[in-house]
C-alpha cells in the first residue's frame, strides 16, 4: 500500500490517496505517478512514516513530509511544505492583538489589562 499526493498547476495539495506500490505493476502501468493523475494535476508519491524529514521507523525519509491537504509541493527539494499557519493574506498574532486593542479604544472602553502569570 502506498499513499500519493494529488496537485494542483501551482503545486498546492489537493488530494491524498492511497493506491498501489511502485514495484506492483499492472499490465500496460510503469509509473503509478503518471497512471493517477488526471489532465491538469501532477501525483507525487508521499510517504506516511515521514515527518520534519525523519522516518518514524527508523527507514530512509521520503520528500520530508507525509503530504495532506494545503501542502506545497517544492520541486527544488523534493519535499512536501506544510502551510503556514498565519502566511499569505493572513494577519500575525501581533497585528490581530494591536488590531483589535485599537478597536477597543475607538469604542471608547477601557484597554484590557493582561497580568502575567506567575508559577506557584
Known sequence: MAHYALLNETNIVVDVFVGRDEDDLAEGVTDWEQ???????????????????????????????????????DEARD?????????????????KKSTNIKAIQKLGMATPKVEPMVAT
Open 35 to 73: 497512471y493517477y493523475a488526471p489532465a491538469g494535476f501532477t501525483c507525487k508519491r508521499t510517504s506516511y512514516n515521514t515527518q520534519g524529514g525523519v522516518h518514524t521507523g527508523g527507514g530512509t525519509p521520503y520528500r520530508k513530509n507525509y503530504a495532506g491537504i494545503g501542502y506545497t509541493y
Open 79 to 95: 519535499a512536501f511544505i506544510p502551510p503556514r499557519p498565519y502566511g499569505g493574506s493572513q494577519p500575525s498574532l501581533t497585528e
